[in-house]
């Protein structure tokens, strides 16, 4: 055996051709800009005069143009451009795959968890007949094979002690509602905090509807106000002068589950601050100076009710401000939740992490 020789790596940088180079810039830059197509290319000229991205061989306007010939962009009335559905759906997938690299895609997108009984997912494990077990269950094979050892050819017949049961797992369907706080504050202080939001949201929908198509997610986001938005709508969201109404926000998604089926029921909240705004009739409560007792006790209120209803909220703050985290310890203890202090790289593994456990937590 000659055995293995070590060389130095060189990239090849001919693996990549010159539209797979910048259509990854591009893509990040959509996010980014909230959708805005020309943003993005007038980001994308800029920096290929800073850094020379292109060259005689294949320029920005190549780029646009296999870009419009592969669909990922259109010319709308006026001659504007706009994203098509394709990129979209890309955006989304290369979300999932950026923050979700271990994620193996499940056949029957179900949630395994760790009790077995009355399921459909088979398992290795066999064992006896009880009384209330159901027919689809016995095993008809090794039933067949424990007669003829017990009772042999010339007096076969099949008792109830030759039933032989397959063990099968429970499968868990979950709703989920995702609040993303949109407030003035998640672009302070000269860090985009928004951006990173948007592409956990994204991932988490494409992991949802490609490995557990049975779950549900619904989209939420609270300013001022809240109100649900589609997956598609996700690219585009942006930031507004807003103020921070979590009790909306948390109110509405009680609205959503509680419309939903299932018995597994959750809010995931996305947010970096505490909130500073209710809606009070026809008018909005607002005071950002410190934690407001009335703003806070409204804020509680519902997070106790959301323990009622045995609906459990998982925080994600992205914010390490001490009075803010003794909001969030209060308000988890009321919920009998979670709270995750997370930096803005860490968002995604937090969530899918949270998300898979929870889908083993509680069987009914």
Not at 231 to 243: A, F, H, M, N, S
Not at 337 to 345: D, E, F, I, M
């Amino acid at each position: 055996m000659i055995g293995h020789r070590f060389t130095q790596y060189i990239p090849d940088d001919s693996s990549s051709s010159g539209f797979d180079k910048l259509f990854n810039l591009f893509m990040q830059l959509i996010l980014i800009t909230s959708g805005d197509v020309s943003e993005a290319l007038n980001w994308m000229n800029q920096l290929d005069r800073k850094y020379n991205l292109t060259d005689d061989s294949y320029g920005m306007g190549d780029f646009i143009d296999d870009l419009k010939k592969k669909n990922y962009i259109e010319e709308q009335s006026g001659n504007a451009l706009h994203l098509t559905a394709k990129s979209e759906q890309t955006i989304r997938r290369r979300s999932l795959e950026e923050i979700f690299t271990k994620l193996r895609k499940s056949v029957r997108g179900n949630h395994t968890t760790p009790f077995s009984g009355h399921g459909d997912e088979s398992t290795s494990e066999r064992r006896e007949f009880y009384f209330g077990d159901s027919i689809d269950q016995i095993d008809m094979t090794s039933s067949i094979k424990n007669a003829q050892i017990n009772h042999g050819l010339d007096d076969f017949k099949l008792t109830e002690k030759d039933l032989e049961i397959e063990e099968r797992d429970y499968k868990a369907l979950n709703s989920t509602v995702l609040m993303i706080d949109i407030s003035h504050s998640m672009v302070l202080y000269g860090e985009d905090r928004i951006t990173p939001a948007k592409k956990v949201a994204m991932a988490l929908s494409e992991l949802i509807t490609t490995k557990y198509p049975k779950d549900t997610l619904d989209i939420i986001v609270f300013g001022n106000d809240a109100w649900q938005i589609q997956i598609k709508d996700l690219p585009y969201l942006q930031v507004g002068p807003y103020y921070t109404n979590t009790v909306a926000g948390i109110e509405l998604a009680n609205d959503i589950l509680r419309r939903r089926k299932t018995n597994n029921k959750q809010i995931f909240m996305i947010t970096d601050g505490k909130p500073t705004c209710l809606k009070v009739g026809a008018r909005y409560y607002k005071n950002s100076f410190g934690l407001d007792r009335k703003i806070l006790n409204k804020t509680l209120d519902q997070a106790a009710r959301c323990r009622k209803l045995g609906i459990t909220i998982t925080t994600f703050m992205i914010a390490r401000d001490p009075y803010l985290q003794e909001f969030v310890r209060e308000f988890t203890k009321t919920n009998n939740g979670r709270a995750y202090y997370s930096n803005l790289n860490g968002l995604g593994d937090f969530i899918f992490e949270d998300y898979i456990r929870n889908r083993r937590k509680r069987v009914y």
